[in-house]
């Protein structure tokens, strides 16, 4: 049975990605993939926008900055907090997506005759990077009786193929296997699904869980209704109401992947990855492609998001967590604000030390008293200044495990981690801690 949740209202119809678009601003003007979108994104203030003529990609349609978290919360009817938990029970509570005829699924309704990826409005956003990158687009692995969702940045090579940035996680692990076996992995490339899918597909897991399942739980529990999918000719299951729906297989060719302009702004290295080859490019009538802008608030979005529940519950293990935001600053990855109730000194620290365990690739972590708004930078700051002492309410390690995307780790990965408790000690008295501002 669903948990009942606070701020949760009556839950909106079933959500495709383009029924996110309603109050989109329209680029009519004809735009180019190559830069011109991010260029127009620059020049309007960075708003969700939906460009309606591609002059790479006519009959297609590309739309970016609109999966940021409070529209998001907005279309749910959920508040920010709420959306956290949200997530966190669809991670314990999975379910099984309704299977739906091919003539009852969108995607499905119209395609390529043959495959040209060219003809999609795959972008070129930064000129740093090394050409025409899918950024937003969600890889369905089926492989040895295993199903996996996940994102990853895939290179435009030529017409049918692709490289991909594979990093040391599940799919990497199948793919080695399958390589080691002499196989491809049959995979289907999902472009604008529903956005619970593009949320499950961000969540990583220890174990191996099958992220279509947590997307049907979350589409249950913020629509009503559960997940529509299809089965596609190469055997692999997709969202129904998705823009596109690529069949392809992952080969065991390797070749040059990026430079890519990654989410904290740097430049990221060229390695040799995993080619992609595709068979069949399935798509709506007039479809939309998601041509998400590394690095902007669509990217944090995705990558923080689903840090939080992690963290939440880590903390949550140790004392009463509130709230978590994953900073701007640290680019929604790296540095997180925690809000808790303190109940016994020494509760902070245990705090900062159980947030680690949430997200083991975080940097740096701040905890808050519950009357700091954790997503105001300022305040934040403030309740360092007030609160806080460095010498007694800091926990420096050193010898961490560090993120792949924080370019100050050493070359083999290692890194150090800052924790700062900035809470007031439990049945102290408060009136000389607070602001009247």
Same mark, same amino acid.
């Given at each position: 049975?669903?948990?009942?949740?606070?701020?949760?209202?009556? $839950?909106?119809?079933?959500? @495709?990605?383009?029924?996110?678009?309603?109050?989109?601003?329209?680029?009519?003007?004809? /735009?180019?993939?190559?830069?011109?979108?991010?260029?127009?994104?620059?020049?309007?203030?960075?708003?969700?926008?939906?460009?309606?003529?591609?002059?790479?990609?006519?009959?297609?349609?590309?739309?970016?900055?609109?999966?940021?978290?409070?529209?998001?919360? *907005?279309?749910?009817?959920?508040?920010?907090?709420?959306?956290?938990?949200?997530?966190?029970?669809? %991670?314990?509570? $999975?379910?099984?997506?309704?299977?739906?005829?091919?003539?009852?699924?969108?995607?499905? +309704?119209?395609? +390529?005759?043959?495959?040209?990826?060219?003809?999609?409005?795959?972008?070129?956003?930064?000129?740093?990077?090394?050409?025409?990158?899918?950024?937003?687009?969600?890889?369905?692995?089926?492989?040895?009786?295993?199903?996996?969702?996940?994102?990853?940045?895939?290179?435009?090579?030529?017409?049918?193929? /692709?490289?991909?940035?594979?990093?040391?996680?599940?799919?990497?692990?199948?793919?080695?296997?399958?390589?080691?076996?002499?196989?491809?992995v049959p995979i289907a490339v999902v472009n604008g699904p529903d956005p619970t899918v593009l949320l499950a597909a961000a969540m990583s897991f220890s174990d191996y869980v099958d992220e279509l399942t947590v997307a049907s739980s979350l589409h249950m529990r913020l629509h009503?209704?559960?997940?529509?999918?299809?089965?596609?000719?190469? &055997?692999?299951?997709?969202?129904?109401?998705?823009?596109?729906?690529? =069949? @392809?297989?992952?080969?065991?060719?390797?070749?040059?992947?990026? $430079?890519?302009?990654?989410?904290?702004?740097?430049?990221?290295?060229?390695?040799? =990855?995993?080619?992609? *080859?595709?068979?069949?490019?399935?798509?709506?009538?007039?479809?939309?492609?998601?041509?998400?802008?590394?690095?902007?608030?669509?990217?944090?979005?995705?990558?923080?998001?689903?840090?939080?529940?992690?963290?939440?519950?880590?903390?949550?293990?140790?004392? *009463?967590?509130?709230?978590?935001?994953?900073?701007?600053?640290?680019? &929604?990855?790296?540095?997180?604000?925690?809000?808790?109730?303190?109940?016994?000194?020494?509760? &902070?620290? +245990?705090?900062?030390?159980?947030?680690?365990?949430?997200?083991?690739? %975080?940097?740096?972590?701040?905890?808050?008293? =519950?009357?700091?708004?954790?997503?105001?930078?300022?305040?934040? *700051?403030?309740?360092?200044?007030?609160?806080?002492?460095?010498?007694?309410?800091?926990?420096? %390690?050193?010898?961490?495990?560090?993120?792949?995307?924080?370019?100050?780790?050493?070359?083999?990965?290692?890194?150090?981690?800052?924790?700062?408790?900035?809470?007031?000690?439990?049945? @102290?008295?408060?009136?000389?801690?607070?602001?009247?501002?």
């Amino acid at each position: 049975m669903s948990p009942t949740f606070k701020h949760v209202l009556t $839950p909106p119809p079933n959500m @495709a990605f383009r029924d996110m678009l309603s109050d989109v601003h329209n680029v009519q003007e004809s /735009t180019s993939v190559l830069h011109g979108m991010i260029e127009a994104s620059n020049k309007l203030g960075d708003i969700p926008l939906v460009f309606n003529n591609l002059a790479e990609a006519p009959g297609h349609r590309a739309a970016l900055n609109v999966l940021e978290k409070s529209r998001l919360c *907005e279309m749910f009817n959920i508040s920010p907090g709420d959306l956290i938990d949200v997530l966190a029970w669809a %991670m314990e509570n $999975p379910s099984d997506p309704e299977v739906v005829d091919v003539s009852d699924a969108p995607v499905m +309704q119209s395609g +390529q005759e043959e495959v040209d990826l060219s003809k999609l409005p795959i972008p070129w956003h930064f000129h740093e990077d090394g050409g025409r990158y899918q950024s937003a687009s969600i890889i369905v692995a089926q492989y040895s009786g295993v199903r996996n969702l996940s994102i990853h940045r895939q290179l435009l090579r030529d017409r049918n193929h /692709t490289v991909a940035r594979l990093v040391p996680r599940h799919l990497r692990t199948i793919s080695t296997e399958a390589a080691g076996a002499g196989d491809g992995v049959p995979i289907a490339v999902v472009n604008g699904p529903d956005p619970t899918v593009l949320l499950a597909a961000a969540m990583s897991f220890s174990d191996y869980v099958d992220e279509l399942t947590v997307a049907s739980s979350l589409h249950m529990r913020l629509h009503g209704s559960p997940l529509k999918v299809v089965i596609l000719p190469n &055997g692999v299951m997709v969202p129904a109401d998705a823009e596109y729906a690529m =069949e @392809a297989r992952i080969t065991t060719e390797r070749d040059d992947e990026g $430079p890519y302009v990654d989410i904290t702004g740097t430049v990221d290295d060229i390695r040799q =990855e995993h080619v992609i *080859e595709y068979d069949h490019v399935h798509h709506r009538v007039n479809p939309i492609f998601h041509a998400l802008i590394p690095t902007g608030i669509e990217h944090r979005t995705l990558m923080g998001m689903p840090r939080a529940p992690t963290i939440k519950n880590s903390v949550s293990k140790v004392v *009463e967590c509130v709230d978590v935001h994953m900073t701007d600053g640290g680019c &929604g990855w790296l540095s997180s604000v925690v809000q808790i109730i303190p109940k016994n000194e020494g509760d &902070g620290m +245990q705090a900062i030390e159980a947030a680690f365990r949430g997200h083991p690739s %975080m940097k740096q972590v701040v905890v808050v008293d =519950e009357d700091i708004d954790i997503s105001d930078p300022k305040r934040v *700051e403030w309740a360092l200044m007030t609160r806080w002492q460095p010498d007694k309410d800091t926990v420096i %390690m050193s010898g961490q495990r560090g993120s792949s995307l924080d370019p100050s780790r050493t070359e083999d990965g290692v890194t150090s981690k800052i924790g700062m408790e900035a809470t007031l000690i439990p049945g @102290a008295d408060r009136s000389p801690f607070e602001s009247v501002l």
